[in-house]
C-alpha cells in the first residue's frame, strides 16, 4: 500500500495522540521567533545552524538541546499559542483525541510560575473542541531530578487537579528507575489522577515491571525493551497493558537503528496493545501520521493492522466513556482503501 492516495487515508483515519510532548513541539522557525520576542539568546546563528544540530546520538545529546530550546517559552500567551498550533496540526492529520505531556520543572526550574504555563496551555486545550479533538493534559516529572521534587511539583499542581488527566515521568532513564518516584505516583493515584510512565526506551525492561508494580502505571512510554522479555511480553498482553511507541523517534535517538527491526511488529503480532505516537515531532522529523506511514512502508502493515493501531490507541485513552465510544464509532465509520 503506497502512494498519495492511502497517505490521504492515513491523515483522515481517526487516531488518538497519547505520547507527545508539548515542548517537542516547538518547531525551529517558532524557537527563533519567541527568542526574538522574548528577548532570549539562542547559541545558534540561524535556523539552518539549529536544524544541523538535530543528529542525536542518544536520548541524552538530544534532551541537552530539548530543554536548552524550551527555554524560549516564557509567557501565558507562548504557551497558548504553541499548544494551538499542535492542536490544529493534529487535527489535520486525524487525531480526534490528545493526551498532551507537559514538564512542569523544565519551566518553574528556570523561575516561570507554573500558573502561567498551565493556564497557557489549558486554554489552548478548552478551545480543543471547535476543531473536533477532545484534549488533556498529562504531567511528566522529571526523572533525572528526585523523587522528593516531583512530590513538591505534584503537590503545587493540585489546585489543578479537575483540569488534568494524570501524571507522568519522563527524561534521562538511565540510572533513574521508577522506584525513585513511588511517593509521588502513589500521591497522584490517591488524588485519582492517571498514571503513566516512559519505560524501556533506553532502559531495562526490568524499568518496565518497576513502572507497573510499583508505580501502578495504567500505560507505559516506549516499553521498547519488553521486546527482550518473555515474562513481561506475557504480561503486557495478558493485562492488556497499552505501549505507546514513537518508531521516528526510536530511530533517531539510536533506540534501533534500522525500522525494519523495530519491536513493534513482533508485538502486534503478539496481540500487545500497541500504539504509534510521535513523541518531539518537531525534532524527530514526523508528527503523528508520518510515524504511521513509516511503519507501514518498513513493516509492511496492512489498512486492517493500521486501523488496530488506531483502535488501540482510542481504547487506550483516558478519555470518558461516552466520548471513547464516540471515538470508536468515528473509526468504525471511516472508509477503508479498496486496494488494500
Ligand atoms: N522528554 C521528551 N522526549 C522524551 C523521550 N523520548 N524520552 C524521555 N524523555 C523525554
Ligand atoms: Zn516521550
Known sequence: MQGNATDSWLLALPKAELHLHIEGTLEPERM?????RNDVELPFESLDALRAAYQFSDLQSFLDLYYQGAAVLRTERDFFELTWAYLERAAAEGVHHAEIFLDPQTHTQRGIPL???LQGTLRALA?????????????????????????????SALPFKDQLLGVGLDSSER??????FRDAFELARREGLHTVAHAGEEGP??????????????RIDHGVAAIRDRELMRRLAADGIPLTMCPLSNL???VVEDLRTHPLRPMLDAGL??????????????????NYRAVRDTLALTASELRTLARNSLEASFAPPERRAELLQDLERSATPVST
Open 32 to 36: 527563533f521567533q519567541l527568542a526574538e
Open 252 to 254: 533517531r535517538l539510536h
Open 273 to 290: 496493545r500497541v500504539t504509534v505516537n510521535s513523541d518531539d515531532p518537531a525534532y524527530f522529523g514526523g508528527y503523528v501520521a508520518e
Open 175 to 180: 540510572g533513574n528507575p521508577p522506584e525513585k
Open 127 to 155: 478551545r480543543a473542541d471547535s476543531i473536533g479533538v477532545s484534549a488533556g493534559l498529562i504531567l511528566c516529572f522529571l526523572r533525572h531530578l528526585t523523587g522528593e521534587a516531583a512530590l513538591a511539583t505534584l503537590e
Open 115 to 117: 500558573d502561567v504555563v
Open 205 to 218: 525492561p526490568e524499568y518496565i515491571w518497576q513502572a507497573l508494580d510499583v508505580l501502578g502505571a495504567e
